[in-house]
């Protein structure tokens, strides 16, 4: 589960009641026939052309996650006829035999191999090689878009947890989150910060690992057969759950930075 404000949206200057130029001039477009109505006295039909007024207004000015009901039939409108058409339907350079693993003989010829191969949007972002760490020959991904011109860093939390920590531990771990963030926002590189958290099926491989490591060759029979039963019972159900942050920087903020 990701949570962050991608669907918030600044304030913007308009022209009248927070509308701008194309929404203040389609509903007025779209009362044309209540202005009719009145101007002809024609009652009844007011009674009718005006509640159509109101909706036909709502669906121009109500924003739905930061766009307008006429902009999401847009959307549809061209999601369909891209799927019409053949252009949402994606197959992978590997999976219609185009991928290029380049030259063998040829060292600095690596090819597509270590190049993502993704679709619609995915599809300008590009992995690069990071900075070597000191004493360890793996490399971080630094993940560039360059369809938001942005660059980020995702690592993974490994954390045993708070449940068996006690209230001076959970308010130092607070604490030192806290603080993280405020330097953070403190400073106008950081974007956006995201954290994630995937609940995915378990193999019982660690805990397996965990068992042949810890347990007892005395252990009384009864015990044992109940906990092979314990471990039948909840092989299928156990999950477990992986963290990551991933810290995304503007291009334009970093540029000047990155020239030095």
């Known amino acids: 589960?990701?949570?962050?404000?991608?669907?918030?949206?600044?304030?913007?200057?308009?022209?009248?009641?927070?509308?701008?130029?194309?929404?203040?001039?389609?509903?007025?477009?779209?009362?044309?026939?209540?202005?009719?109505?009145?101007?002809?006295?024609?009652?009844?039909?007011?009674?009718?052309?005006?509640?159509?007024?109101?909706?036909?207004?709502?669906?121009?000015?109500?924003?739905?996650?930061?766009?307008?009901?006429?902009?999401?039939?847009?959307?549809?409108?061209?999601?369909?006829?891209?799927?019409?058409?053949?252009?949402?339907?994606?197959?992978?350079?590997?999976?219609?035999?185009?991928?290029?693993?380049?030259?063998?003989?040829?060292?600095?010829?690596?090819?597509?191999?270590?190049?993502?191969?993704?679709?619609?949007?995915?599809?300008?972002?590009?992995?690069?090689?990071?900075?070597p760490m000191t004493g360890q020959t793996a490399r971080p991904a630094i993940i560039q878009n360059h369809a938001t011109r942005t660059w980020a860093a995702t690592a993974r939390v490994v954390h045993p947890g708070i449940g068996m920590s006690d209230d001076a531990d959970r308010f130092r771990m607070g604490a030192g989150l806290t603080e993280m963030m405020e330097a953070a926002t403190a400073g106008n590189q950081i974007d956006l910060v995201v954290v994630q958290v995937r609940t995915i099926p378990d193999d019982g491989t660690e805990r397996d690992e965990w068992v042949r490591h810890n347990a007892r060759p005395d252990e009384p029979e009864v015990s044992a057969k109940v906990n092979a039963q314990l471990e039948a019972m909840t092989a299928g159900a156990a999950v477990r759950r992986e963290a990551f942050v991933t810290v995304v920087v503007r291009e334009d903020v970093i540029n000047k930075d990155a020239k030095r």
């Open 1 to 131: 589960m990701s949570v962050y404000g991608a669907s918030a949206t600044r304030d913007r200057q308009a022209w009248l009641f927070g509308l701008t130029g194309p929404q203040f001039f389609m509903v007025l477009v779209a009362g044309f026939p209540t202005w009719m109505a009145i101007a002809l006295g024609q009652w009844l039909a007011l009674l009718v052309v005006l509640p159509a007024w109101v909706v036909v207004g709502l669906l121009i000015c109500l924003p739905i996650r930061g766009h307008s009901a006429f902009q999401w039939i847009g959307v549809l409108f061209r999601h369909l006829a891209g799927a019409a058409f053949g252009w949402s339907r994606f197959q992978s350079k590997a999976a219609a035999g185009e991928l290029d693993l380049g030259d063998a003989e040829d060292p600095e010829d690596e090819g597509e191999a270590g190049e993502a191969d993704l679709p619609g949007i995915l599809a300008s972002i590009q992995i690069h090689d990071g900075p």
